[in-house]
């Protein structure tokens, strides 16, 4: 009896550890496949001529395990800009398939730290992933500098570590860190490029107290984007979206953030009481965004740097209140990996890179 039950041990032993070898070896062939599907992808070729807003981060400081910091690539013909560069940047534009040493330039909105602190990453894999041999452009209102002085500073030591790690071959050393391409805070509208059927408008939003705050037009091929930038409800943005195909908006529901508020207050939290209570009056509702794209007769409202975290998707109803009621276009809230394309030859699709269509 005890001799067969040691040759069954013994039998299912050699079964576990044929089985773990098997499944050890089916995972591998599975990597090498993935590996080479994931380094050949480049999502940004197979887009059609026209411009494309692809959401590389729709979150806020909030922590969120679904959405990255705010960053929007605008995509135009072939080019990639990217607005704003939250926590989390490089990575999902990685998962979108969105070759970051195809970046051509970075615009920010104001200097929040969570619209800046994705830098370090985004321009390191710029760099490396193009053996850039320029800096990464930074455009933005006057103070620009400093913040690419200050990128530039903190990955100074590392940038030298990189190139003896690769070689000036791979990894140029003029390459590294950020070229700082400040303009003047315009009085209300202001053109910052215009460059190959491309046309960039800088938009002057009210975001105290920040100053500069700033949002962007986008023009090509007969298509416009219009981006907020973090604002109060502003009449110059919703002048200059005037007629444009697509509003990208930010957007906080005090109904929500009340809640959390309340909460910290009775956790004996009243610092973060207190934040929940001032954000209220430098950014804007769901519902005032819609009234904005209303105004300025926008064929479609995207809403995105979304405050506070919707854990539940139940939670968009309320979230954007009556919302729908007060825009006659299509309104959407955006999550990371989204991109709403619209072909110079006409018509919108929305879909997720590296993911499945949506709706």
């Known amino acids: 009896m005890k001799r067969r039950l040691f040759i069954l041990l013994a039998l299912a032993l050699l079964l576990a550890a044929a089985g773990w070898l098997v499944r050890g070896q089916l995972a591998m062939a599975l990597y090498q496949r993935g590996a080479a599907s ?9 887009l059609p001529d026209g411009l494309h807003a692809a959401f590389c981060g729709t979150g806020s400081p909030m922590p969120d395990p679904a959405r990255g910091g705010p960053c929007l690539a605008i995509i135009a013909g072939k080019r990639m ?8 940047s490089a990575k999902t534009l990685a998962m979108m398939g969105l070759p970051a040493g195809r970046i051509e330039r970075v615009l920010l909105t104001h200097f929040h730290s969570d619209h800046i602190d994705g830098l370090g990453a985004l321009m390191l894999q710029r760099w490396v992933n193009a053996s850039a041999t320029a800096a990464l452009p930074l455009h933005g209102p006057v103070g620009i500098g400093e913040v ?9 030591r590392d940038s030298t570590y990189r190139t003896a790690h690769h070689g000036a071959a791979v990894v140029p050393p003029s390459g590294f860190g950020l070229s700082q391409r400040a303009f003047a805070l315009p009085e209300e509208t202001g053109i910052i490029l215009k460059d190959g059927g491309l046309t960039v408008t800088a938009i002057r939003v009210d975001h105290s107290p ?3 705050a700033v949002g962007y037009r986008f023009d090509y091929k007969g298509r416009c984007i219009t981006v907020s930038g973090d604002t109060v409800p502003s009449a110059a943005l919703a002048k200059a ?3 444009c195909d697509l509003l990208v908006h930010e957007a906080l529901q005090p109904r929500l953030t009340r809640i959390l508020g309340k909460a910290a207050k009775d956790a004996g939290n009243p610092g973060i009481a207190k934040v929940m209570a001032d954000i209220e009056d430098y950014h804007t509702t769901p519902e005032q965004a819609a009234e904005i794209a209303q105004q300025a007769g926008a064929r479609m409202l995207a ?6 975290p919707l854990r539940l998707r139940a939670l968009e109803g309320p979230f954007l209140g009556d919302a729908r009621s007060r825009f006659d276009g299509e309104l959407r809230i955006m999550a990371d990996r989204d991109i709403i394309s619209l072909p110079a030859s ?6 997720r890179l590296g993911g499945r269509v949506r709706g």
């Open 38 to 46: 994931v380094l050949a992808s480049n999502s940004l070729d197979g």
């Open 241 to 243: 979206a005037r007629g």
């Open 148 to 156: 690419a002085a200050g990128f530039n500073a903190a990955y100074s």
């Open 346 to 351: 006409g018509g919108t699709k929305i879909s």
């Open 303 to 308: 809403l995105t740097h979304i405050v506070p």
């Open 210 to 212: 920040v100053e500069p």
């Open 81 to 88: 800009i990217i607005v704003d560069a939250g926590e989390g």
